[in-house]
């Protein structure tokens, strides 16, 4: 996983609220492998009209804001379901760094542990940054992880965030719960030697 340090880049202002995980990737396409990447899958259904083809006026399809690394919008982004797919979505798509005013709980951890950073940030602060974007889309937002502050393009003021201590220290040594475990690989190693030692009757042979 990527470490997140301090990321400056431009910005997709999404006026939506209660943006739920079916709608950032439908359930239908949960099947499909990784590997062809899930960015294909991204607002699917909104990004597109009855006919297939690109709505001009939704965001992520207008030119002005290809390229953008942050993703701003409005209240309890990611709710409704535990779907992953929803997040391996927005990485595969380009995005670090998403900005709401609030999160679903399971979609923020999920963001999190595969190196895609939540920021809480008041709906005042939220409108400003949409403000910016949509008058000026190659100004870029800086988003500083290790002083949990985000700063607008031009702007001498910086508003904080708040984050789980330990989830900022995964996201900026850039480990998930892979590389924790194995960090305790020798420990787990001397416990399964005495524990087959002690107890030989409960340890699986052949």
Request: aromatic share 10%; hydrophobic share 35%; proline share 7%.
């Amino acid at each position: 996983m990527e470490p997140f340090g301090k990321l400056a880049a431009t910005v997709v202002p999404l006026r939506l609220a209660n943006v739920d995980t079916d709608q950032l990737q439908p359930g239908r396409f949960l099947r499909k492998p990784r590997s062809d990447g899930y960015d294909n899958y991204l607002f699917h259904d909104l990004r597109r009209n009855e006919d297939g083809s690109m709505r001009e006026d939704f965001p992520l399809n207008q030119p002005q804001y290809q390229g953008a690394e942050i993703l701003v919008a409005d209240r309890n982004f990611g709710g409704g379901s535990s779907r992953e797919g929803a997040v391996y979505a927005l990485a595969d798509a380009g995005f670090r760094c998403i900005i709401a005013a609030s999160f679903g709980d399971i979609f923020r951890s999920n963001c999190a542990k595969n190196g895609l950073l939540p920021v809480e940030l008041p709906i005042e602060a939220i409108e400003k940054i949409w403000e910016m974007a949509e008058a000026d889309p190659s100004a870029p937002l800086t988003v500083d992880l290790a002083s949990q502050t985000v700063r607008l393009a031009n702007d001498p003021e910086t508003v904080g965030f708040e984050i789980d201590p330990f989830v900022k220290e995964c996201l900026m040594d850039g480990k998930d719960d892979i590389d924790l475990t194995l960090a305790h690989s020798q420990t787990l190693s001397a416990f399964e030697r005495s524990y087959g030692q002690d107890f030989p009757w409960r340890t699986p042979t052949g």
